[in-house]
């Protein structure tokens, strides 16, 4: 059955190239890409997609989709800036502003998982729920206030400021995806989350906990949204429930582009980062290279195309299932 | 008796429905330490749910069960696990994505050392599934992605799997091997029963088979099923394979036997290869069938003859060679060519290739030759259904519902609704089948196979990968031996000569 | 509540109903909208219902429709999300036998003299004179020398870019020593603003000397990026809505003075000058049709606000300012209350470039 | 709730049931949504979703995605407003015929690169983005000329329904009758349910592809006249432009399986009402705006926990 259904890339070589080559024609068009500053600028800016793509990528490789992450964001970062120095009101908890704001992040996966795994509802349209439910709990506690500033310097300046010469936030991302590697290489977890993406029937049948397994990869993946929600409200300053505007389109596609097929099974932590790079880098890149806005999209649309064809292009067979 | 050590299993009045099929019967089974059991019957007959109760995967709906004199009223597969009962899977069950090793480990538990605070521990993940590898004489990398595995080896690590129950002190365990000869080959199966011997000496052994000398060979009883009920038990000894044939039918089948065709004398043939190669996969194949003969493909697996089968019939591109159909040379050739041509294939992994599951039997038929049944673009769904009827009738397909989901169907039945689909051709120049018997009990086999010659005197041209050496002997013309992807010998059986199957085995490998 | 409004002979405030559409309800400037829409339905004793669009042309053109089912007859104010919402809204309006104002969008040749009563105006501050207002206060801080960036908002918004051609025009007319570098549309997203900000940063450096956003939520986004670079306090800003947070960091003199410009009006006062146009047309107070073209597609004045002038400004964001400025509305009429009279009519004219 | 599970044709009724038992909730609170003028403005609302949604449903069954048809639709809606005026008929049989094209690209580059079409057709997406802007050069394109040619099919009705939903009504019929009665319906299903057999069993299935991209690409064209006909005027992020969603949602609470191989179009017409109508009936129930999200949000799981199809032993993803 393997040898027929689609053999997805062999390792993420194909990725690692497309970028190369990206990076050689980015730095040829500007050589200000390839400065420091400018990777500084780039980790900067991926380190928030890179929290939301670990979970994401679990949830994928389970077969899932997880559409919630604006909504999650967007709920956990109103509630962690209004419990956090800010210009609304006085009300600081320190530390539980954190627990608080992640719990929130947990209580929204939990919901997903249970509603998927125990109603057998498909995980996209559940998602797709708890995206505005998050949404709405984003723009409930918003209210008619003004918009809500980060009053402590110390807060605000963390994420940008280096340690080791690269971005705070990016050392947050490379924590969560060292923890995602590990517990996606070294835990029952996320064994576990392989094993049901590849055949349901046969975990269930094996007497795997697939509900469990399922509940818990939503629930990880709410926490990392709500921790990421926190991380992009850090970056800009200020609170806002549309924080996480955008997310959904970087993480799932870069996801994807690195193989980790959405019908489960297959791909892994580290090459979603390579996929949340590929698109960083390539936004990035367009912009440095001056392509006119008019035609970013379109350009960054043919990029795709050209990357992922090249990629899949070895790779063709006769019975090659493509989905 | 008063023996101390009480049975491995004792089943009493064990019975399971689905919905109005009574899939387990009212049945009691008795297991001694130590003792292998042969369990055999038609296609449906109840073996695997039978079995799938023991494994806590199906539940009884009457009856007890006690596993080593404890009552066992298991209520997830790891119960059963815990219990001692390991289990290989008529259908396969192993992550195609995960290795051999963790494949075996996940079955495994609560093994303690396999991890550590809910760590993975894969230096003992990995020596541990060696260790069971080569326990059963397996050599087989743990590292090795499942998906990347040929069948038989798949089947050698679900074999593994199953042999790591460790039941507590006393106790001893239960190994169910449901059907796992049925995708081996000849020198496969020895390993196999020798494994099994050595099992006998720390466990009990159910063996599922419905290759009877099989089941006569290694097993110490065997109980035959019918509708879900026990029909037989008995000891082996003396037991011939028409005694079992009567157990598990109304009435014995009638051996048919073909008359071999000559070789031809100037036809042309239906098919013919010439220095055909796919690199890594076979090398120079040179062959011909012409209509009204078999050919058949014999080898070890790996041996090229899958992959042969499916460039013959456009699967694949060959890198070197030329193919003739009917004759004459052909270029970019396609699937979609080949069955314009008169090409049919039977493909070995039947649920995955043959046919489409969610399909009722009508439109599994309708799928390729269908041009009977249309009017302009649009089906003709009486048309369809008549001729489904029709092939099911001819077939006897069981139960008789053109319109039932494929899937819903014993496997005997679904292979009988895939040929149907290729026979339904108005012009077949050649059929060609990689393991048609696959999993078919004797009953449907020879109905399979009473087909495949219906064919042959029609002028088809057939291409046939057989499960067993026997079974190439039975149905050929023409034997082909492949060894790593090279032709080692040919055969021509319709001279007459009598061919040993050892000289063959020995020409394989 | 206000003393009993005295409504006209034969209006019944039972048979009616205000509706403000808001494109969403997270942006200050709607907030602001809703703020002053319930203002001037206490102020007139009609009961309100607010729409919200969640940033979607389909959810706003479908829970206006929703309200219109309820029967009672609507006087209404759209912010539309895309100018091509306002012909079938205005359309269901009509059917509904309601009236509606529409505030900045509305395709060009969609003309309420056209369209007839309900349709009863179209209302906004010129973009042109916003984007002008930024330039010049930009580049007089640059001393008329420098580079500058320009985050325009959403590519296909007549607001952005009737903005963004104020600002060119008057770099081009009046400045010949400002460099214009990039332009990067940044979607009205606070989040795109930083990020884009962030790559021009890296492209440029410190050439940047000047930063000019389309709305305040974009140049929030930018000035923390170029605080994140360190470079806040080199870079002059300007751009348009005197968001609370723009004003605050023009009172605390964030990154040495960083802001230079920005403009004032306030949703609220839209919104309130919307409503209370139709619901004068819903009352038979004025008939659309015998109003001057200059009442049916009208700008209303913006001003342009500097760290000098910003303290006068103070006033309009008093807690209880809506219903000040709603007071003020109905003694003087929709086209005559300070800060915000009518000063022409649209449709805009872009500058000849 | 296990008891209308276990009832075996439930997933078959569901949709259409669902939306009827929440029109009838809405109209005891507000009986006007049960009168002419509540089902036109639903069925209104539904018809570019509706539209979006099939050619989304057919796309699904055979086992892959159309992350492209709303922005189709988008541009579709465009190239109608800048050509209707001069072009007449000529010019919507001119966008849908070149939609069609496009949609058929899609499907013609899946099935020869063998790319995963969630990657592929997002890159479409951005394609097609950059197109709508540039040709529209970022402008409202208002109809003046031959308004009515294309607005009748809006302001038109037929039983109280805009005809704009009677042309998705039809097209679902149709997309029906091509999966139940002909030759390509049946092998796009196979293709869906088991693509390795259909390929075994001869099926064309590149063609296939290509076909069912095009009918996607087709149907999203149809949306884009919807678009225009209820707009009068088409942009790049205006009506129309946030279809994606909603058109994936539709299908999947009109039954159609996200993993392919299931699809009933009569039943997405339901979905596609439903969609529409939760918006709707939450503005119509009273709820504040600032609520509206997360009711939104928990009436979508409500819904589609209701109209899920359950198959035993389906593997829900
Ligand atoms: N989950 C199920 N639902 C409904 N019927 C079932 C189910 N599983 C098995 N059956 C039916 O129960 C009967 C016994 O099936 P079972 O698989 O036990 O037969 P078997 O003896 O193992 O056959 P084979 O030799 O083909 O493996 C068959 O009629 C089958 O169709
Ligand atoms: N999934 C796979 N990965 C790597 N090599 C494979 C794979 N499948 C087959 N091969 C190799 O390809 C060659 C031909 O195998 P193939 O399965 O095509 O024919 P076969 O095994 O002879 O057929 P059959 O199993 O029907 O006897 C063998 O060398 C085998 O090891
Ligand atoms: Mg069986
Ligand atoms: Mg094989």
């Known amino acids: ?323 | 008796m008063t023996s101390a050590i009480p049975p491995v299993l004792k089943l009493t009045n064990v019975s399971r429905s689905f919905g109005k099929v009574k899939a387990v019967n009212n049945v009691s089974l008795t297991i001694a330490r130590g003792e292998v059991i042969g369990l055999t019957g038609e296609n449906g007959a109840g073996k695997s749910t039978l079995l799938k109760i023991l494994a806590g995967i199906e539940r009884p709906d009457e009856g007890t069960m006690e596993i080593n004199g404890k009552p066992a009223n298991f209520r997830s597969p790891n119960d059963a696990f815990r219990a001692g009962v390991g289990v290989v899977h008529q259908e396969q069950s192993l992550f195609t994505n995960l290795s051999v090793a963790e494949n075996i480990a996940l079955q495994n538990q609560d093994r303690s050392g396999l991890s550590r605070f809910g760590i993975r521990n894969w230096g003992e993940i990995n020596r541990n599934a060696s260790a069971v590898l080569d326990k059963i004489g397996v050599k087989l990398s743990p590292r090795a992605r499942v998906g990347d595995l040929s069948f038989v080896d798949r089947q050698m690590v679900e074999i593994a799997r199953a042999v790591c129950v460790e039941p507590g002190k006393d106790a001893t365990p239960l190994i169910i091997l449901d059907e796992p000869t049925a995708v081996l080959e000849q020198a496969e199966v020895e390993v196999l029963e020798r494994e099994i011997r050595k099992l006998r000496r720390f466990a009990s052994v159910i063996f599922v088979s419905h290759r009877l000398d099989e089941v006569l060979r290694i097993c110490d009883r065997v109980v035959v099923m019918r509708h879900g009920s026990l029909t037989s038990d008995r000891s082996t000894e003396g037991v011939t394979k028409q005694d079992l044939f009567k157990a598990m039918v109304d009435d014995a089948p009638v051996a048919v036997t073909r008359a071999r065709a000559a070789t031809p004398a100037q036809s042309t043939p239906a098919i013919e290869a010439r220095g055909l190669t796919v690199n890594g996969k076979f090398r120079d194949i040179s062959f011909a069938v012409h209509p009204g003969r078999i050919t058949a493909l014999v080898g070890t697996n790996g041996s090229g003859r899958g992959a042969l089968m499916r460039t013959l019939f456009g699967a694949g591109k060959p890198d070197a060679g030329t193919l003739l159909v009917n004759g004459q040379e052909v270029s970019n050739w396609s699937i979609r060519k080949a069955v314009a041509a008169g090409l049919a294939y039977v493909p070995a992994e039947r649920k995955v290739e043959g046919m489409i599951g969610g399909y009722s039997g009508t439109r599994n038929i309708a799928m390729v030759h269908r041009q009977t049944a249309m009017v302009g673009p649009l089906l003709h769904p009486g048309r369809m259904a008549r001729t489904a009827q029709t092939w099911f009738d001819r077939l006897d397909v069981n139960p008789n519902d053109i319109t039932q989901p494929l899937d819903q169907f014993s496997g005997g039945n679904q292979q009988k609704v895939v040929l149907a689909k290729w026979l339904n051709s108005p012009d077949l120049r050649v059929l060609m089948l990689d393991h048609p018997l696959r999993g078919l009990d004797v009953g449907v086999s020879q109905a399979v196979n009473a087909q495949i010659r219906e064919a042959c005197k029609n002028g088809t041209a057939v291409v046939l990968i057989p499960d067993t050496i026997e079974e190439a002997l039975d149905m050929a013309d023409e034997i082909l031996v492949l060894r790593d992807g090279q032709i080692s010998a040919r055969h021509d059986l319709s001279s007459g000569s009598d061919l040993a199957i050892k000289e063959i085995v020995a020409e394989m490998i | 509540a206000l003393a009993e409004f005295a409504h006209p002979e034969g209006f019944n405030p039972d048979e009616w109903v205000m509706v403000a559409s808001v494109i969403n309800t997270t942006n200050p400037y709607m907030i602001s909208n809703i703020e002053g829409a319930e203002a001037v339905s206490k102020a007139l004793g009609i009961k309100l219902e607010i729409v919200n669009s969640n940033n979607s042309s389909q959810t706003s053109i479908s829970n206006i429709l929703a309200i219109l089912a309820s029967g009672k007859k609507p006087i209404m104010f759209v912010n539309t999300v895309a100018s091509s919402d306002a012909p079938p809204i205005v359309d269901a309006v009509g059917r509904a036998r309601g009236y509606v104002s529409i505030w900045w969008n509305k395709p060009d040749e969609f003309k309420p003299q056209n369209v007839g009563d309900h349709f009863v105006a179209f209302q906004k501050h010129p973009g042109v004179e916003s984007g002008r207002c930024g330039a010049q206060a930009l580049a007089d801080a640059l001393g008329g020398e420098g580079s500058v960036v320009m985050l325009p908002g959403v590519q296909d918004s007549t607001t952005s870019q009737t903005r963004v051609a104020g600002f060119r025009a008057e770099i081009a007319e009046n400045y010949p020593g400002i460099k214009i570098l990039e332009e990067r549309p940044s979607n009205w997203d606070p989040q795109l603003g930083a990020r884009n900000a962030q790559d021009l940063i890296v492209k440029y450096g410190d050439e940047i000397k000047g930063v000019w956003a389309a709305d305040d939520g974009m140049q929030i986004g930018a000035m923390q990026a170029f605080e994140n670079a360190g470079l806040l306090d080199k870079v002059k800003f300007s751009s348009d809505g005197l968001y609370p947070k723009t004003l605050e960091d023009i009172i605390s003199g964030r990154g040495g003075n960083a802001i230079v410009g920005e403009t004032f009006h306030r949703g609220y006062m839209a919104s309130a000058i919307g409503l209370y146009t139709t619901y004068l047309a819903a009352s038979g107070q004025i008939t659309p049709s015998e109003l001057p073209d200059e009442k049916r597609e009208s700008l209303f004045k913006l001003s342009c606000v500097t760290p000098q002038n910003y303290e006068q400004y103070l006033q309009y964001d008093e807690p209880g300012a809506a219903d000040a400025f709603v007071a003020r509305l109905v003694e003087a009429g929709p086209w005559d209350t300070q800060p915000v009279p009518l000063v022409g009519a649209g449709p805009e004219v872009l500058p000849n470039m | 709730m296990k008891a209308f599970r276990q009832f075996a044709a439930w997933h078959t009724i569901a949709p259409p049931l669902v939306f009827f038992a929440m029109l009838l909730v809405v109209g005891i609170f507000n009986p006007n949504y049960l009168g002419p003028f509540g089902i036109s403005i639903v069925a209104a609302t539904a018809a570019p979703i509706l539209l979006v949604a099939v050619g989304q449903a057919m796309v699904l069954n055979i086992g892959s995605i159309d992350l492209s048809n709303a922005a189709i639709s988008m541009l579709g809606a465009i190239l109608l407003a800048l050509w209707v005026p001069q072009l007449g008929v000529a010019g919507i049989l001119g966008v849908l015929v070149l939609m069609t094209l496009v949609g058929a690209l899609n499907g013609f580059v899946l099935a020869h690169t063998q790319v995963p079409s969630f990657a592929l057709t997002l890159g479409t997406l951005g394609i097609l983005q950059t197109a709508a802007l540039v040709i529209s050069d970022s402008q409202t394109i208002y109809l003046t000329q031959n308004r009515e040619l294309v607005t009748a099919f809006y302001n038109t009705s037929l039983a109280f329904v805009p005809l704009t939903f009677w042309i998705g009504v039809l097209v679902a019929v149709a997309y029906w009758v091509l999966l139940r009665f002909t030759v390509v319906g049946q092998n796009m299903t196979a293709v869906g349910k088991n693509e390795s057999g259909a390929i075994l069993s001869a099926v064309p299935h590149r063609r296939i592809k290509t076909i069912t991209f095009a009918v996607s690409g087709f149907t999203g064209a149809v949306a884009g006249l919807c678009i225009v006909a209820q707009g009068g005027s088409a942009s790049a992020s205006g009506l129309g432009s946030n279809l994606l969603l909603p058109g994936i949602a539709a299908a999947l609470v009109g039954g159609t399986s996200i993993s392919g191989g299931l699809t009933n179009p009569l039943n997405v017409i339901f979905g596609a009402l439903t969609v529409a109508f939760v918006p709707i009936a939450i503005q119509a129930l009273g709820f504040s705006a600032q609520a509206q999200s997360l009711v939104y949000g928990i009436f979508i799981i409500l819904v589609v926990a209701l109209t899920t199809t359950r198959t035993r032993g389906l593997v829900i993803k």
């Not at chain 1, 349209?125 to 723009?139: D, K, M, N, P, S």
């Not at chain 1, 999209?297 to 067979?317: D, K, N, Y």
């Open chain 1, 1 to 323: 059955m393997q040898s027929i259904l689609s053999r997805s890339i062999k390792g993420p070589i194909g990725l690692i190239v497309s970028i190369l080559v990206l990076i050689v024609i980015f730095s040829i068009l500007n050589p200000r890409f390839g400065s420091i500053e400018n990777l500084q600028n780039v980790l900067y800016q991926a380190s928030v997609p890179l929290i939301v793509v670990v979970g994401a990528t679990l949830v994928i490789q389970m077969g899932s989709i997880d559409l919630s992450v604006e909504g999650v964001m967007g709920a956990s970062g109103m509630a962690w800036i209004l419990l956090s120095p800010n210009t609304r009101h006085a009300l600081d908890l320190g530390p539980w502003a954190w627990v608080i704001a992640i719990g929130l992040g947990l209580g929204l996966g939990l919901l997903s998982g249970l509603v998927h795994a125990k109603l057998k509802v498909p995980s996209f349209v559940v998602t797709l729920g708890t995206w505005y439910v998050g949404l709405g709990i984003a723009i409930l506690l918003y209210g008619n206030g003004m918009l809500p500033s980060l009053t402590s310097e110390a807060l605000a300046r963390w994420p940008s400021r280096l340690s080791l010469g690269l971005p705070n936030s990016f050392w947050l991302a490379a924590v969560v995806i060292l923890g995602g590697i590990l517990a996606s290489n070294y835990t029952g977890f996320g064994r576990g989350v392989l094993a049901v993406g590849n055949n349901e029937t046969i975990a269930r049948g094996g007497g795997m906990a697939v509900d469990r397994i399922k509940i818990a990869a939503f629930t990880v993946a709410g926490c990392l949204s709500g921790l990421a929600g926190i991380l992009a409200t850090m970056q800009l300053g200020s609170g806002s429930p549309d924080i996480g505007f955008g997310q959904l389109f970087t993480v799932i596609p870069a996801a994807v582009i690195a193989g980790t097929a959405l019908g489960g099974g297959e791909g892994g932590v580290l090459r979603s980062i390579l996929g949340v790079f590929l698109l960083i880098i390539l936004n990035n890149g367009l912009v440095l290279a001056g392509v006119d806005p008019d035609f970013q999209s379109g350009v960054f649309g043919a990029i795709l195309i050209v990357a992922i064809v090249a990629v899949a292009w070895p790779t063709r067979g006769a019975l090659k299932v493509a989905k």
